[in-house]
């Protein structure tokens, strides 16, 4: 990551300002996985309907839990290759969000303002000014008109050199948060969202598959989030 983030092309997308007090989110009936039983918290915000835990539901291939730590799997649930998605998200009347709607929501939290920029294959946002700050405190937080995104860190394969066996990396808890979402083009099949914070605060939404210098096959493990068809 690189130490500074800069804007490459302004966004010419304008989004209405709206108070800090214009917040329209509600308590909805929970959901609850049939598969497993788990149930999670879900909030209305503007007009989608979002689950604001991450999925916990362990496929086949037992996706891990942060760092094999159970006290982290109760708070961000289970990360998930790109193969696991279709059977983790398998559940009727939800699915996973693709790039636009995490954009609308991101909208709803004025995040997608500002110091805002379009690369060949992302969107990158970061050093908000100020009267950012309590937008963004409230989209981490799980207040009532909060989203509760988790900065739960991430998984991934490390090569530590190319004679080395891939090592399995739990890294970035506490300063970044990583959810897969589906492209609204076919070009790929997952991209992801990003957000997190160094210095100062900064989002990416993807346009294609995490690069990685990593050989062929699965390398990253993200969390998912589903929201209500």
């Known amino acids: ?47 989608q309907i979002w689950m604001v835990e991450n999925l916990a539901y362990q496929t086949i291939n037992k996706s891990p839990y942060y760092a094999s730590d159970s006290a982290k799997y109760s708070t961000f649930g289970r990360l998930y290759f790109p193969s696991e998605i279709a059977e983790a998200v398998n559940i009727p009347g939800w699915h996973l969000p693709d790039t636009s709607e995490w954009l609308q929501l991101l909208e709803y939290y004025h995040l997608n303002e500002g110091n805002c920029g379009a690369g060949v294959n992302h969107t990158k946002c970061g050093e908000w000014e100020e009267k950012h700050y309590e937008d963004i405190e409230t989209f981490l937080s799980n207040s009532p008109n909060g989203f509760n995104f988790q900065l739960g860190g991430m998984w991934f394969l490390e090569w530590l050199n190319p004679s080395a066996k891939r090592q399995r990396s739990f890294k970035y808890m506490g300063s970044n948060g990583n959810y897969w979402a589906s492209p609204i083009d076919t070009n790929h099949l997952y991209t992801h969202i990003s957000f997190g914070r160094l210095k100062y605060y900064w989002m990416e939404i993807s346009s294609k598959k995490p690069s990685s210098t990593n050989k062929s096959g699965d390398k990253f493990r993200f969390y998912l989030r589903l929201v209500k068809d």
């Open 1 to 47: 990551m690189k130490s500074k983030i800069r804007a490459l092309l302004v966004l010419t997308i304008i989004i209405p300002m709206t108070s800090c007090n214009d917040w329209s989110v509600k308590t909805e009936e929970p959901l609850i996985d049939q598969r497993d039983g788990m149930e999670y918290q879900c909030k209305q915000i503007g007009d």
